[in-house]
């Protein structure tokens, strides 16, 4: 009964390190996304992916690449982090359209970069 | 776009108080709403969701929600509080269709008090 997980929980990067933030779901959904959180500015979507080897850019796509090679997992790459993307992630996701289900989520992960 | 005013950061209450958090939607036409509630350590998870028909949408743990379309309104209330609500609850619209962006508010922070 897994639903959504990222991987890892926690993180703790320098600027211009590189990671990869995994997202696996087991519910065998169409959708997934990837937020980020930060404080006073809700949830904001990165990029989204509506099938298995499709993406697109959310609201803040930029320092951010996504990949989707198997229905299952959604990958969020950082190439050169930056102070300004500490924040928490948080993926999703959804059987049909938003508009026709709601989102699952994971429960985050917390990202530093120093 | 879709933009979500949520006017209240904090709301700290006591047990048995009733409540009401705004949200208000920046512009008409046909809106998918919803309500998520995210519990201290926890996923994000949906509360309740307006697509049509019924504007009182009633969801899980005794919350409702209206749908106000003159006053581009939808919000929760729940008649008494339990010092297990004290979460984070944001609510969502969809933008641009089935398949957009989901816009979330900045939150508000419920604290009851025992």
């Known amino acids: 009964n897994a639903g959504v997980t990222q991987t890892p929980k926690f993180r703790v990067l320098k600027t211009g390190q590189s990671m990869t933030l995994l997202c696996a779901q087991d519910?065998?959904?169409?959708?997934m996304y990837w937020y980020r959180q930060d404080p006073g500015m809700g949830l904001r979507l990165i990029h989204y992916?509506?099938?298995?080897?499709?993406?697109a850019k959310g609201e803040v796509p930029d320092g951010y690449n996504v990949s989707r090679l198997k229905k299952q997992n959604f990958l969020l790459g950082l190439e050169s982090a930056a102070p300004s993307q500490t924040s928490v992630y948080f993926c999703?996701?959804?059987?049909?359209?938003?508009?026709?289900?709601?989102?699952?989520f994971g429960n985050g992960t917390r990202l530093t970069v120093t | 776009a879709q933009s979500v005013s949520q006017h209240n950061h904090h709301v700290i209450l006591s047990e048995a108080a009733s409540l009401e958090l705004g949200c208000n939607y920046s512009?008409?036409?046909?809106?998918?709403l919803f309500w998520y509630v995210q519990y201290p350590g926890q996923h994000l998870q949906l509360l309740l969701k307006?697509?049509?028909?019924?504007?009182l949408v009633k969801g899980i743990k005794g919350f409702e929600a209206e749908f106000i379309k003159s006053k581009f309104s939808f919000n929760l209330r729940k008649p008494s509080v339990q010092w297990s609500d004290t979460a984070e609850y944001l609510c969502?619209?969809?933008?641009?269709?089935?398949?957009?962006?989901?816009?979330f508010g900045k939150g508000t922070k419920l604290s009851v008090k025992p």
């Open positions: 307006y697509f049509s028909g019924d504007p």
């Open positions: 519910m065998n959904h169409e959708y």
């Open positions: 999703a996701s959804s059987s049909a359209g938003l508009g026709n289900s709601p989102l699952h």
């Open positions: 512009y008409g036409g046909t809106v998918n």
């Open positions: 969502a619209v969809i933008d641009g269709g089935s398949q957009g962006n989901l816009i």
């Open positions: 992916s509506v099938g298995e080897g499709t993406t």
